[in-house]
């Protein structure tokens, strides 16, 4: 393999991780709190979808990203109605939103965009770090990427502060392993699972948006075909560190890049086993390192 | 870990009425959007029931459309009994799909009702396997079934995409699919000038072997006392871990099964994304039909007829047709759920009255908190 060839390979994998690394960034921050949501996807989906709408009725995709998590955002909100003021389980709520949104957003693009089917919105350029980028090698593998991915790498580091450092923080993590005890001091754990949940659904709403507003342009039925799955995996298979979630982001969508570049580079593994992988490493590895893979006690279950 | 979430829609409030009015609910807020798009709901829904039921053959295609919907759903109900979350019911069909085709195109054709008895039992095996795999991770190692039999979902869909696009790819195709089978491998159509074929027998067989599984045998006993209380279960000598294995594999036969009948009924050979999400779809309708086969069956027509219909309504664009079912489809549930919510909220308030008027004493505090957990 040639160097330009690693180059471009290590460029694919880092931009196609952020719009993951948004969605499983904020899965992990809900599911530490205790809320877990099968319906990433749907948060992703429908980011994805609302973040073309206001980019287009705006013109602006600032906008479009605040539109983005809005639309994520607002999922959450009625997976949040739906389980914790109607007192189901999070598990179902999370598959029927996936079925729901697909349907929204796929019924959206004939009522929205009506039939330009093909709407399409300029999107997020390539922003070289200045001196960094000038850099041989490294300069084009890491730093010519788009705004938003260095966004959402730095949301690694900040995510592992918030967690484990501040006040807030500490709040979620009780409220997710022990929330009898968190109540006791003084915790509004119902209030704390309301914020990482809305948190979540506006990160995978960027999430969704970065696949289309910095990626395709537009919206297409289904776009993010599965990579809320893949975000969940990963939070997984990253043990709900922010850390370990970054690298199995980085794990997966290197194995996305090789599928995409595996012609080109001469490598004969047949793709479906590339694009099973993830999710068969997250399964392998909560089969053999259970003990090291511990999610937090009170997942999933309401308050 | 997860802890194990028991179910709380027991068979105590068999409610037909809550399930009935959700899908209601459901038809009236997707006219607002159907209206918001341009379209009369009232000429759609007409268009829907026609094409859905009005000639024997759009009910012949309706019930079909349902099949693949209903098997998975009394799989996924099979585990719940046991508290099991059955998230991967699509990767067991798919698992399903590919051993009964494996039958179909590797085996000599043995007499007639032979060779399709073989396919679906291979297919029920092969779903039976996929889905113990969460079992076993959840039984011996504490790992959430939820997690894992979602995750197998896509391995499975891929494991079929290799087959299909690799070795078991028929040369000159213009999409990516298996031969066509022999006819000692299909469900033979049932009655003439409709699409009904044999698969409503099997699914038919199944509903009943669902029941009777449920209420008259002791492993529909260990279901219901391992889902109800796994502790307890656990102190009166229960396997429980084997329960659990079995309680899993089971539900993943009826979901193979679900692939097959689609398969060897409908399509006639093994072909990419033949299922649209009829494992996550089944989800939804095993909790409309608050777990009895009874209500699983009408459940998955209801579901069968909204796609079965989909192809009558007139819109602007080919996929909003099938994204009108999904959404009722999904506003259903999400009704659903809000109102057993309700429900049980406005119960607790009433035996927490009759526990004060009982008492004399202020003893709200003694009503247990609804944790949405066993006991319901």
């Known amino acids: 393999m040639t160097l330009t060839a690693l180059t471009l390979l290590i460029a694919a994998t880092i931009g196609l991780a952020a719009p993951l690394l948004f969605a499983a960034l904020g899965e992990m921050i809900s599911e530490r709190g205790g809320a877990i949501n099968v319906g990433l996807e749907a948060m992703m989906l429908a980011g994805a979808f609302t973040g073309v709408w206001a980019a287009s009725s705006s013109g602006s995709l600032i906008i479009g990203f605040l539109g983005a ?25 999370g598959v029927v939103l996936n079925i729901l949104v697909l349907g929204l957003t796929t019924y959206g693009i004939g009522a929205v965009f009506g039939s330009d089917m093909t709407h399409s919105v300029p999107t997020l350029p390539n922003f070289p770090v200045p001196g960094l980028s000038g850099i041989p090698f490294l300069g084009q593998a890491f730093f010519t990427q788009n705004l938003m ?27 997710g392993e022990q929330p009898a005890a968190a109540r006791s001091m003084g915790v ?26 910095a990626g395709l342009g537009t919206f297409t039925q289904n776009v993010t075909a599965g990579r809320g799955f893949i975000a969940l995996a990963a939070v997984i298979f990253g043990r709900w560190q922010p850390l370990g979630t970054m690298i199995a982001v980085l794990l997966f969508t290197l194995t996305e890049a090789l599928q995409i570049r595996a012609q080109v580079m001469g490598i004969h593994v047949p793709y479906q086993f590339l694009v099973m992988s993830p999710y068969l490493v997250t399964v392998v590895a909560l089969a053999l390192f259970v003990g090291r893979m511990r999610p937090p006690k009170s997942l999933g279950v309401n308050d | 870990m997860l802890t194990r979430i028991v179910t709380a829609y027991s068979p105590r ?47 012949s295609v309706t019930v079909n459309k349902s099949l693949p919907r209903l098997l998975p759903a009394l799989g996924i109900a099979l585990s719940l009994r046991a508290g099991l979350w059955n998230i991967g019911a699509e990767g067991q069909l798919y698992i399903g799909a590919v051993a009964c085709a494996a039958v179909a195109l590797f085996v000599p054709p043995p007499a007639f009702p032979f060779g399709v008895l073989l396919a679906l039992a291979a297919a029920a095996a092969a779903g039976a396997v996929w ?4 079992g076993v991770l959840r039984a011996f190692r504490g790992v959430s079934e939820v997690i894992t039999s979602l995750m197998l979902v896509y391995v499975g869909i891929q494991v079929a995409n290799y087959l299909i696009e690799g070795p078991w790819l ?17 469900l033979p159509i049932l009655m003439s000038g409709t699409l009904l074929n044999a698969g409503v027998i099997v699914a038919l067989v199944a509903a009943y072997a669902f029941h009777f599984i449920t209420s008259r045998t002791m492993f529909g006993l260990w279901l219901r006392a391992v889902g109800g209380n796994e502790r307890a279960s656990r102190v009166i000598g229960l396997p429980v871990p084997w329960i659990t294995v079995a309680a899993m594999a089971a539900g993943g036969a009826f979901a193979g ?13 093994l072909l990419e994304s033949f299922s649209p999400g009829y494992g996550f779809q089944a989800i939804a309708i095993a909790l409309l039909g608050r777990l009895t086969p009874t209500g699983i069956v009408a459940s998955a027509l209801v ?74």
């Not at chain 1, 309301?194 to 969704?208: D, K, Q, R, S, T």
């Open chain 2, 131 to 134: 889905a113990a795999i969460p």
């Open chain 1, 69 to 93: 998590a809005a639309g994520g955002a607002a999922v959450a909100l009625l997976h949040g109605v739906v389980c914790f003021v109607f007192g189901a389980e999070q598990v179902v709520s």
């Open chain 2, 303 to 376: 579901f069968g007829a909204l796609e079965a219909g989909g192809a009558g309504l007139q819109v602007t664009s080919v996929g909003m047709s099938s994204s009108v079912a999904a959404i009722i489809e999904g506003l259903a549930v999400i009704y659903l759920l809000a109102g057993l919510g309700l429900v049980d909220a406005v119960q607790r308030r009433r035996a927490a009255k009759a526990e004060l008027g009982k008492q004399q004493l202020p003893a709200a505090a003694s009503v247990p908190r609804h944790d949405n957990g066993a006991g319901s």
């Open chain 2, 13 to 59: 409030f068999h409610g037909v009425a809550i399930s009935v009015a959700a899908i209601v609910l459901a038809f009236a807020t997707a006219s607002v959007l159907l209206l918001a798009g341009g379209v009369n709901p009232i000429v759609a829904y007409v268009g829907m029931a026609k094409a859905a039921f009005g000639s024997l053959f759009a009910i």
């Open chain 1, 149 to 175: 991915v260095y966004v959402a790498f730095l949301l690694v580091p900040a995510s592992a502060w918030f967690i484990s450092r501040t006040k807030f923080g500490l709040a979620i993590r009780a409220s």
């Open chain 2, 257 to 269: 099964l679900g692939g097959a009948v689609e398969i060897l009924g409908v399509r006639g050979r």
């Open chain 1, 188 to 213: 509004d754990v119902r209030k704390v699972r309301w914020i990482v949940l809305l948190l979540c659904g506006a990160l995978a709403g960027v999430g969704g948006g970065q696949l289309t507003l």
């Open chain 2, 170 to 186: 028929v040369p000159h195709s213009t999409f990516p699919a298996t031969r066509m089978f022999g006819s000692a491998f299909r």
